[in-house]
C-alpha cells in the first residue's frame, strides 16, 4: 500500500493519466491530478470522495514553465513533499513523414519532448532538496515500432527514452530513478479517429490495452521496482516480440 505516499501525475484529466491517477489512489496514496484542460478538478473531486487519499486537482500546462514551477511550489507546500512523478501528457500530429508541416513537427515536439523535459527539470530539483524521488515518463510503442505516420511523434516519444536515460545517469546515486513505460494500443480519447483500429490486427494478443491495465504498471515502475532506473518498459500485448 501506498499510504502517506504523494504522487503528481500530468495529464490526468482524461485517459491514462486518469488510470494512473486513480490506479495510485487505489492504493491509498495522496494524488495530485494536473492537466491544462479545467475539467482536472471535477475528475480530482470523483477521485477524492471515493478513496482515502488527498486528491486534488490542478491546472497545469506542461509546456508553460512558470505554470509548472507555481503548481510544483503549491504541491511541496500543501502535501510537504513528492514521491513519484508521472510525466503522462503527450500526443502528436501522426501524418506521413514527408506530409508533415513545421508546425506539426514543433507542436508535437513541443508537448511531448520539451514537455516531459520541463517537468522532469523542475521535478529532478524538487526531489534533490529532499534527497529521494522516482519519475516515470509516458513512451509508447511508437517509440520504437513504427506502424507508419509517426515521423513527429516517433521523434519525440525516443527523444523522451534517450531523456529517461540521461537523467537516470546525472541522478542515480542521488536516490532518484527515471524510468519510462511505453503503453500498447490503448483505447482512449487520443486516438478516437479509428487510427488504431488499422493496427489492432498486427497485436499478438489481438486486443485493445485497457487503461488501467497499462495504470498498474505505471504504479509498480514507481513505486515497487526500486533497483531500477533508465529503462523503457513496453506493456504491449507482445507486438515488440513478434508477429502474428
Ligand atoms: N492511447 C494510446 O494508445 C497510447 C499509446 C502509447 C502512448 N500513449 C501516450 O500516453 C499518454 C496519454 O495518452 P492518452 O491516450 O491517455 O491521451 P488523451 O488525449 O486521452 O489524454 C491526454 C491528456 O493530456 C492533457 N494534455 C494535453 N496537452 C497538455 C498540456 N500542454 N499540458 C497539460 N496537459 C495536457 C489532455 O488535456 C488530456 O487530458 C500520452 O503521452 C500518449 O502519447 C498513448
Known sequence: MLNNKVALITGAAQGIGFAISESFAQQGADVVLTDYNPEVTTAAEGLNNKYDGKITGLVMNVMDTKSIQDVFDKVIADYGKLDYAVNNAGGGVLKPFAELTDEDFDS???????????????????????????????????????????????????????????????????????????????????NDGGFLDKILPTVPMKRYETADEVAKVYVFVASEATFMTGQTILSDGGVSVGLK
Open 108 to 190: 508535437t515536439i513541443n508537448l511531448d519532448l520539451r514537455g516531459t523535459f520541463l517537468c522532469m527539470r523542475t521535478e529532478i530539483q524538487a526531489f534533490l532538496k529532499q534527497d529521494y524521488g522516482s519519475i516515470v515518463n509516458a513512451g509508447a510503442l511508437g517509440s520504437i515500432y513504427n506502424p507508419g505516420g509517426m515521423g513527429a511523434y516517433n521523434a519525440a516519444k525516443n527523444g523522451i527514452m534517450g531523456m529517461t536515460q540521461a537523467a537516470a545517469v546525472d541522478y542515480a546515486d542521488k536516490n532518484i530513478r527515471v524510468n519510462c513505460v511505453a503503453p500498447g494500443l490503448t483505447k482512449t480519447p487520443l
